[in-house]
């Protein structure tokens, strides 16, 4: 088994998100980061909405993404990406800036590197969905405790192994529900965010970071 090239670009794209978006949740005030982000939900509800409705026009960045990204069951919706700019911007409006960039880095990095090591590696299929391999989640998993722990370590904070690894196992599982393979652009960053504020708390909805 391999990656095909196309994937391969797919996958790239996929992380991009996780590479270009962190410093501007690092290092800019939150209505930056609220203003970079929306404006990309815009242009990819834009995109998604052009595609169900037929119009003709072309969305910058987003068409550039669909002609590279979509899969087949998403040429006339790009419903992943669509869900993923939308629930990134709810994440950052929402819930508090460790939260939002280990939604980020969960999403972008864990469910790149599950694709790749199951597309390479193959092997046993997860027992409840037979698109899924132990060896893609069993990456996912790992990634996603990296993603976690490198979160804390950017922020200057200590990092709790019990809560990193319960989240990762949550993020992991959902990701491997037998749901149409967009939806998990919803279910592991909001989930990832959310289970993070329920162990650490934080102001919602503050207009600071």
């Known amino acids: ?53 037929g119009w003709s026009f072309t969305v910058p960045i987003a068409d550039l993404s669909y002609r590279t990204m979509a899969r087949e069951d998403e040429g006339d919706n790009f419903l992943g990406s669509f869900l993923f700019w939308v629930t990134m911007g709810i994440v950052c409006t929402v819930f508090p800036k460790l939260a939002a960039l280990s939604a980020l880095w969960v999403s972008t990095f864990g469910d790149c590197f599950n694709a790749i090591v199951g597309q390479t590696i193959g092997g046993p299929k997860i027992p409840w969905n037979g698109r899924k391999t132990l060896a893609g989640s069993s990456t996912m998993f790992l990634v996603s405790l990296l993603a976690l722990w490198g979160s804390y370590k950017v922020l200057s904070l200590d990092p709790s192994w019990g809560i990193i690894a319960g989240t990762a196992f949550m993020a992991t599982l959902l990701e491997s529900l037998p749901l149409q393979s967009a939806y998990d652009e919803f279910t592991v960053p909001f989930s990832t965010a959310f289970l993070l504020w329920l162990a650490y708390g934080g102001s919602l909805l503050s207009p600071f970071w």
């Open 1 to 53: 088994m391999g990656l095909e090239k196309r994937e391969l670009v797919r996958k790239l794209w996929h992380v991009s998100p996780g590479i270009l978006g962190a410093p501007i949740i690092l290092f800019t005030p939150k209505w930056v980061t609220l203003i970079v982000v929306w404006s990309l939900a815009l242009l990819y509800t834009l995109q998604h909405l052009k595609l169900r409705r």
